[in-house]
């Protein structure tokens, strides 16, 4: 009765304390110990790097990604026709199965302007979009040839929706990206279905896993061969293993038909990049490539309930952030039913492409900037490594400060202003390797209206002090 109030994790610490007490070793060494042999039993575990994959083998084709900085995401489905959460909904028995899949009979695309929507990514600055093209509902904005759901067969869209969306991205130079469920708790021979049950275990009927198998890797070779992705962007591999989903197979399978094909992080090891969710990394993840998939509200699909949308500042301080650490950003929409964009989601996207247009030469095909420690603020350095960018964070005015810069600066100019400012360096000793502190004053009237970027130059590559101050 005494944990009545506690949540599971606050019961599960309690319990892993009283164990550790009861075999007297300290509970630090004792979690420790749990930790490494629950990675040693799950290396499938999420979070773990694309241990499959060299980077060598994959940089040349990477470039594009690395430079490329932020995507669209796009959720669109059946679930918009309520606007309740995509998939989840029934399997978390908010909605009862029968329920969820009425849907199909209102999703129309009605309004539905591939074109339009192509034409405002491009404004929002993305050079790369994905669409889901199936979700875990199983519901498939193709036609496919598999006698599975479909919009084309058992909606009122009555049509490709995919098709024309690629072709307008093509026409805008924008990269296709596919998004595609693994898992599929609609497919009769696929074992998950809600979550408090089951269809069957994969061990007492194997031949009924073999055919799903065989079934969604022949939707991944029917969206490989129609419409090319270049980038695959895979979801739901956390319910089974690699082996289980034959995972070298579908990688292979993919780059056969397209070598430059990129593939995300969800495909138990055998991606190309991590794809953190939501959150926004405390430090920057060790795989070489990265990218942010984040909601322009709390929710990925169409949700009128839901209306805490970020603001643009909030976005673009967002975007700055993981692009001073190396990483993508992914920004979610979430269009109705009928193919319109809420107007929130439309402003978010043109302000910030507003600010991306000004700011591009910071933010594209740029390096991740100083360490942590030397500004107080996003920051990323061109390909040279000759030009640091200084991205003022709260749209900060007066003096800020870098420390520990070993190079002199050559001009210091606020990018889009065409305004030069004068450097203060401040404590620098002759006698003395340390360089002094670098101040800049930023004049109140040279504020965006989001984030200013300072653009310096320097008079070779960076170099920095990472000393302890004092002679060394």
């Known amino acids: 009765m005494f944990m009545e109030g506690f949540t599971g994790k606050m ?8 164990v550790a007490f009861l075999m007297n070793v300290p509970y630090i060494s004792f979690i420790m110990k749990k930790l490494i042999l629950i990675c040693l039993i799950f290396p499938w575990l999420p ?53 969820y899949m009425k849907q199909l009979n209102g999703f129309t695309a009605s309004r539905y302007n591939p074109e339009a929507w192509a034409a405002l990514i491009k404004e929002s600055g993305a050079r790369y979009a994905v669409i889901t093209n199936k979700h875990h509902d199983g519901v498939a904005l193709w036609p496919t040839k598999q006698n599975h759901f479909n919009v084309a067969d058992n909606t009122p869209a009555k049509r490709d929706l995919l098709k024309p969306f690629y072709a307008a991205l093509d026409k805008l130079d924008i990269k296709r990206g ?5 898992i599929d708790w609609s497919h009769p021979d696929y074992p998950g279905f809600l979550k408090d049950s089951n269809r069957y275990k994969i061990a007492d009927d194997p031949a009924r896993w073999e055919r799903f198998r065989h079934f969604f890797q022949a939707q ?55 794809t953190p969710e939501q959150n926004f990394p405390v430090s920057r993840p060790k795989f070489n490539w990265w990218e942010l998939c984040m909601t322009t509200n709390n929710n990925w699909g169409y949700h009128p309930d839901d209306t805490n949308y970020k603001t643009p500042f909030e976005v673009i301080s967002i975007f700055a952030d993981v692009v001073s650490n190396g990483g993508n950003l992914l920004l979610d929409i979430g269009p109705r ?47 040279d490594s000759t030009v640091l960018y200084l991205f003022l964070p709260n ?46 004053d930023i004049p109140e009237k040279l504020k965006d209206q989001y984030m200013t970027v300072l653009k310096v130059k320097l008079d070779g590559k960076l170099k920095l002090y990472r000393g302890h101050g004092g002679l060394n």
């Open 11 to 18: 019961k599960f610490n309690l319990l892993l304390k009283q």
């Open 47 to 99: 979070g773990r790097a694309q241990q499959k994959v060299s980077s060598d083998s994959i940089r040349e084709k990477m470039q594009w990604f690395a430079d490329a900085k932020l995507g669209i995401f796009i959720h669109w489905g059946i679930y918009s026709v309520n606007g309740i959460d995509e998939s989840w909904s029934f399997y978390n028995k908010k909605i009862s199965y029968p329920g």
């Open 178 to 182: 596919a998004y595609f469920s693994l």
């Open 220 to 274: 991944i070779n029917e969206i490989n061969l129609a419409y090319k992705p270049d980038l695959w962007w895979f979801d739901g591999d956390w319910e089974h293993s690699a082996e289980e989903w034959q995972a070298a197979k579908v990688r292979a399978s993919i780059l056969k038909i397209n070598p430059a094909a990129i593939i995300n992080g969800r495909l138990q090891g055998y991606g190309d990049y991590e």
């Open 337 to 383: 039913e009928d193919g319109s964009i809420p107007a929130e989601q439309v402003h978010i996207l043109k302000e910030l492409g507003k600010w991306n247009r000004k700011h591009a030469e910071a933010v594209f095909g740029s390096l991740p900037g100083l360490p942590p420690g030397h500004f107080y603020g996003p920051s990323t350095l061109s390909k």
């Open 395 to 440: 749209r900060s005015a007066g003096n800020i400060m870098i420390k520990g810069l070993s190079n002199e600066i050559r001009d210091v100019e606020v990018v889009g202003a065409s305004q030069h400012l004068k450097p203060k360096i401040v404590g620098k000793i002759s006698w003395s390797p340390v360089p002094g502190l670098v101040f800049i």
